[in-house]
């Protein structure tokens, strides 16, 4: 990336590949759902790996693929297929898998794609909360609605260390005073990776709140939460670090998902 060169950053939360029908995307319908946006690196959350549900499809692979993106990295919250019941799952190590090494098991998480050369990938664990979040949804034994208790699954971010920029993509936890701390603990480790940083992703807190927290510039200022007529803005671009310009922001309906896909275009500070 030239000195200085501007870039266009974003976050999608993928919600597994479903598409507005509630259905799984196929790899092509994928595809063809991101690929019209036009993005240098995007933070993708909800992101299925070899799922029977999704039909074994490698997401974080295929979201590449139709981006162009030279490099990309997925983080696994989840080993097994999400559900209420915690048999179906177990808690993933935090640890990064890219285009040299095939999703052989189901798993699911967060992914972050770059068409720009990275010079170095991190990832940080950041733990579950205790709460349960109440979800109305069939019974798969008898098809009736029901009241299911979802447990909080365990969070992850991943860094992406650019030429004069570092992005972070995550997804915090859906119980405010856990997502709080995530956050803070989230600010903490941005200092210590290459200035300035862009956080991106799903961050479950409401319109400006995450940048007061951690103390950042909000980017994209978009109510993004459900995305055929969104109320609330749940998915952020926040800048972390001073000298960091923000422009073009835009919320994207997209045939996937059920956010709005955030982007904007950022211009890193010159080097001296």
Request: with cysteine.
């Amino acid at each position: 990336m030239p000195d200085g060169a501007a870039l266009r950053v974003g976050t999608l939360n993928l919600a597994s590949g479903r598409g507005h029908d509630g259905r799984v995307l196929t790899s092509p319908a994928l595809a063809a759902a991101v690929a019209d946006l036009d993005v240098d690196v995007l933070a993708v959350q909800e992101v299925d790996t070899c799922q029977p549900r999704s039909g074994g499809t490698d997401q974080a692979a295929v979201l590449a693929g139709a981006l162009g993106a030279a490099d990309w990295r997925a983080a696994a919250t989840l080993d097994g297929t999400p559900s209420p019941f915690r048999r179906t799952w177990t808690a993933a190590e935090p640890a990064l898998r890219g285009p040299r090494t095939a999703g052989t098991a189901p798993a699911y998480g967060i992914a972050l794609v770059s068409r720009l050369p990275v010079r170095r990938w991190e990832v940080l664990g950041l733990g579950a909360g205790r709460a349960r979040l109440p979800l109305r949804a069939p019974d798969p034994t008898t098809g009736r609605p029901r009241l299911w208790w979802i447990p909080d699954e365990p969070r992850v971010a991943v860094a992406a260390c650019l030429d004069g920029l570092t992005v972070v993509g995550t997804h915090l936890s859906f119980a405010p005073p856990t997502s709080v701390g995530q956050l803070r603990r989230l600010r903490r480790w941005a200092a210590s990776l290459p200035g300035p940083v862009v956080l991106a992703g799903d961050l479950n807190l409401p319109g400006g709140l995450p940048a007061r927290l951690a103390g950042a510039t909000r980017l994209v200022s978009e109510p993004s939460f459900p995305a055929a007529a969104p109320r609330t803005q749940l998915d952020h671009l926040l800048a972390l670090g001073d000298g960091l310009a923000g422009s073009d922001p835009a919320a994207h309906h997209l045939r996937v998902g059920d956010h709005r896909a955030l982007t904007v275009t950022v211009r890193p500070p010159a080097t001296r």
